[in-house]
């Protein structure tokens, strides 16, 4: 399991002092660059390949309020990925300096061609290395039919 510390800012804060949700979902994305920056995929190999990161979703469960003054931890941990890499999913957890669970995340994502702005699988060298990394002990392969979990289409306004 990968893990980042964070300091928690007071410009992390919402109006009840204690962590935002947008706070949240900043240190949760902070993490998984560190990670992917980590296993050697970061922003110059987004470039290399034109592809980068889309979220479907985040569903953010929380347990206790986190408060400025000691540090946290939030750990990243590769729940599931598609064959050819094109679909991901990572938990997160939010954790204080004793150990205390504070919250949890589960995200659904996959990557954007930059240049044709559509879906596309990971480049086999790089899907290689996520095929190597430490997975969860009930890690399962995702079908496109994982990402309709949750059934939501757009409707316009008339």
Known sequence: MFFKEFEVRWNDLDANRHLANSAYINFMSHTRMSYMTKIGFGHKEFVKYSIGPVVFYEHIY??????????????LELKGMSEDGMFVEFHHNFYD??????????????WINMETRKLTALPNE???????QEKASDFRVLTKEDTRKYAKVPKDLP
């Open 62 to 75: 929380y347990f206790k309020e986190v408060f400025p003054g000691k540090p946290i931890k939030v750990s």
């Open 97 to 110: 300096s004793n150990g205390k669970h504070l919250s949890h995340c589960e995200m659904l994502f996959s």
């Open 126 to 132: 790089v899907l290689e290395v996520f095929k190597s």
